[in-house]
């Protein structure tokens, strides 16, 4: 799988816009893995998918795979209660904006997210079949994901229950691995993978291991030095 032309087009036109982001340290890694990385209101997302040299699939809402559901999120959430703006301006600029996006995520190939649904497995069981053709996940956990703070605040821990769903299929387990946008920098950096211990049940350590990953990004964040490759 790789990316489609629209989002390559989008991505190589932003590259002209943003500052480049440098990514100077190997992969961690030499099979895919899911990258846990810092929203910071869409600077993370913004940075990381347009400096990351290699295809990975993005968790996203399943909102934003749809046109006509990102235009009525658009309308009734983003544009009208988070911005403010009035309805009959928000109508038809979330027309326009919400076929933009809903393209622009089909062509990047983003993996739905279906939060509080039972279609969460379908996000679970995509997410394993990419792992298994070799690709890496990219998740922005963040709760509050319109924070501008560097550091990583509170983190959902429902994701992690991929680890629990992979192993179940395949019998290993998932490296985590944190992937930063470092504004100082001007680097993508990635941070010691964590992984869970197979000696361990899932439950008991996962709000050890989310804690671990908040605590790994926020190393990242405070560095202004190349960190030690995982």
């Known amino acids: 799988m790789e990316y489609g032309k629209f989002y390559l087009i989008i991505r190589k036109i932003a590259q002209l816009v943003f500052p480049k982001y ?17 929203h910071q209101n869409m600077f993370g997302p913004i940075n990381v998918l347009l400096w990351y040299p290699k295809f990975m699939r993005l968790w996203g809402l399943s909102v934003f795979i749809d046109q006509q559901a990102c235009y009525d999120h658009y309308v009734n959430y983003t544009f009208t209660k988070r911005f403010k703006i009035p309805s ?97 920098t001007k680097e993508i950096l990635y941070g010691q993978a964590v992984r869970f211990d197979r000696e361990r049940n899932f439950i008991e350590q996962r709000d050890e291991k989310a804690h671990e990953l908040q605590d790994e990004l926020n190393r990242l964040a405070n560095t202004e030095v190349e960190v030690d490759l995982v």
């Open 88 to 184: 009959f301006i928000a109508k038809p600029l979330a027309w326009g904006v919400s076929y933009f996006v809903s393209r622009l995520a089909q062509s990047a190939r983003m993996i739905p997210v279906y939060r509080r649904s039972r279609r969460i497995i379908r996000t679970l069981k995509e997410s394993v079949e990419t792992l298994q053709a070799g690709a890496s996940v990219l998740i922005f956990p963040d709760i509050d994901y319109a924070s501008d703070d560097n550091e990583v605040g509170r983190i959902y821990e429902g994701f992690l229950n991929l680890e629990k769903y992979y192993n179940s299929k395949t019998g290993e387990h998932i490296d985590f691995v944190p992937l930063y946008a470092n504004q100082a």
């Open 22 to 38: 440098k990514t100077p340290q190997l992969e961690p890694a030499d099979k895919p893995v899911v990258y846990v990385s810092h």
